[in-house]
Structure formats: C-alpha cells, structure tokens
C-alpha cells in the first residue's frame, strides 16, 4: 500500500527556512505522474502550491514562488519542498500528495485535491514574527 509520510516540519523565525520531507513508500516516487504540496489555513479550502510532473517540470502558486522549491530525489525516494524566507502567513498544515494517474491538473493553484491519490497526514509549519 503506498503510503506517504511528511517531516521537518517545525516553529521557525520569520525569514527563516524549513525543508519539509515526503517519503514515499509502496511505489517508488517515480511511478507518478504528478506529485504536489498542498497547504491548508483553518476554514479555507486545501489548495496545491507547488508541483512537479514526471518530466520534472515544476509550478508554483504566486503566494510561494521564489520562495520555496520543489524536488525529488528518486534514489531516496522522497519529495521536498525547500521554504525559504517564510512568513507569518505560511503557518498552515502542508501536505504532501500524488497522483499516480494523470490529472486533470498539475499545476499550483488549479491542481485539484480530488486528483490526488495518495495524501500525506500533513505536518504544521509555524513561523512567528
């Protein structure tokens, strides 16, 4: 069964970097088409704000880009999302997601939850000022 677990989640200053990790576990992070992070605030909708496809092609959501980045390392089987620079406003749940068929969407801020197979439990990221 293919199973997803985050880490590297923590409290940090603002400014300050956090790399969070998705190891995967069943199949081999190379099977899927789409791999994202999500993040999701209280009362609002989880929506994708960094993803990468199988042919390593990355997107961003404007809230994120050129702060965080988005990797896979295949030999270790696990996703990344490096976050630079954070802010008070990103201290939300991230989850990491993937889709092991083609979905509608891979991109951030369209890509849709529904086309995600396969969820992390999530992990928090504080930042405080």
């Known amino acids: 069964q293919v199973q997803l677990v985050e880490s590297g989640g923590g409290s940090v200053q603002a400014g300050g970097s956090l790399r969070l990790s998705c190891a995967a576990s069943g199949f081999t992070a190379t099977y899927y088409t789409c791999m994202a992070w999500f993040r999701q605030a209280p009362g609002q909708e989880r929506e994708g704000i960094a993803t990468?496809?199988?042919?390593?092609?990355?997107t961003y959501a404007d809230s994120v880009k050129g702060r965080f980045t988005i990797s896979r390392d295949y030999a270790k089987n696990t996703l990344y999302l490096q976050m630079n620079d954070l802010k008070p406003e990103d201290t939300v749940m991230y989850y990491c997601?993937?889709?092991?068929?083609?979905?509608?969407?891979?991109?951030?801020?369209?890509?849709?939850?529904?086309?995600?197979?396969?969820w992390g439990k999530g992990i928090l990221v504080t930042v405080s000022s």
């Open positions: 990468i496809y199988r042919d390593r092609s990355t």
């Open positions: 997601a993937a889709a092991a068929r083609i979905p509608a969407y891979c991109t951030a801020d369209i890509i849709e939850t529904r086309s995600m197979d396969y």
